[in-house]
């Protein structure tokens, strides 16, 4: 089973419509953390944030919020007012206090394709 | 020079050559990570150094041969590669190889080996 699962293997949207982006995660843990990267056609990625399991307060910065409910083991983004430059494949990924090191468990990616 | 710097950023090889990859971090980190992104597929984590130690080998065939002489710098040392690990290779640190430490990835090496 997968442990990080993002069911939306593509999205589009036109320019200023608003988008969620969709993240379910499994873990027997308690302490775990979640993590959001954006990798834009260039290749890198980019880190966008980290939640810790005690936290589940949502954040919003500029454009970007992200919402998390334990209670459904989700960790969701949504960008408001989609601009062109947003597109890009965004990963979710988790890293569980036992697992380790901390390794970083990747779900298979959104592309999310926003056009003018 | 900031965060992770990767070199070359397109290598072309063919099946009987040897080539390495750069990585340097500028960001004092003490821990370094090898990854493989190949199309369709999530990323693999390859390889784990912390304080210049290899503490993690995901089961990666011996043609893929990593080095860390220093804490800021790894490399992939590459032989007899095969077309199938044409893919983009990440490289990133994060300051410990701990739980919740975030990873900050350099833009790639993307490899074709034909």
């Given at each position: ?25 499994e ?29 589940e ?60 | ?48 150094y ?9 089961s ?20 007899t ?34």
């Amino acid at each position: 089973a997968q442990k990080v699962t993002q069911a939306q293997t593509e999205i589009s949207v036109v320019e200023k419509e608003d988008v969620t982006l969709d993240c379910v995660y499994e873990t027997r843990d308690t302490t775990y953390y979640l993590f959001w990267y954006k990798q834009p056609p260039s290749g890198e990625l980019v880190f966008l944030i980290r939640r810790n399991s005690f936290d589940e307060q949502n954040e919003i910065s500029g454009r970007y919020s992200w919402n998390f409910q334990k209670s459904t083991s989700s960790f969701n983004f949504t960008i408001t007012a989609s601009q062109v430059v947003d597109s890009a494949v965004y990963f979710c990924a988790l890293s569980e206090a036992y697992n380790q090191g901390g390794k970083l468990i990747f779900g298979q990616g959104t592309e999310l394709s926003v056009k003018p | 020079e900031t965060g992770v710097t990767q070199t070359p950023r397109h290598l072309v090889m063919g099946m009987t050559n040897k080539k390495s990859l750069k990585c340097e971090q500028h960001l004092g980190h003490n821990a370094m990570y090898w990854y493989k992104q190949s199309a369709k597929k999530p990323l693999e984590l390859m390889f784990v150094y912390s304080l210049e130690e290899r503490v993690e080998n995901n089961s990666v065939p011996s043609r893929f041969s990593p080095e860390c002489p220093n804490s800021s710098h790894l490399f992939l040392h590459l032989h007899t590669l095969q077309p199938e690990d044409s893919a983009l290779y990440l490289c990133a640190s994060s300051q410990e190889q701990d739980v919740g430490d975030t990873q900050y990835f350099g833009p790639g090496t993307r490899l074709t080996v034909l």
